[in-house]
């Protein structure tokens, strides 16, 4: 398993790297919420997600929810297809892709 990992890549902007999926879902939970701070806007940037399944959408969207939360906004870039089509069948692609 290559696990997950998300880092300050700059000024409100984070990387997410590794597998988003169940297996690593909680931490990425974590660990992204405690990055995703006041002000803003942010970005999180999935270019180096290696694998994602429904728990790693759920994850996105709880993050959304969570910088919401706190008052600021938050986008993505770089979602990978298979992410994008869990969204899609669930009909909540355009939370991904807001601008």
Do not use: C
Not at 19 to 32: C, M, N, S, Y
Not at 33 to 42: D, N
């Amino acid at each position: 398993m290559a696990g997950f990992s998300i880092e300050q890549a700059g000024p409100g902007r984070l990387g997410a790297s590794g597998e988003l999926t169940f297996a690593t879902a909680a931490h990425a939970l974590r660990t992204g919420s405690a990055l995703i701070g006041k002000g803003g806007p942010w970005v999180v940037d999935l270019a180096g997600i290696e694998s994602g399944d429904s728990a790693g959408v759920a994850v996105l969207i709880e993050w959304l929810a969570a910088a919401e939360g706190r008052g600021t906004t938050l986008r993505y870039e770089n979602v990978p297809a298979q992410m994008l089509a869990i969204a899609r069948i669930s009909d909540i692609e355009s939370l991904l892709l807001a601008n």
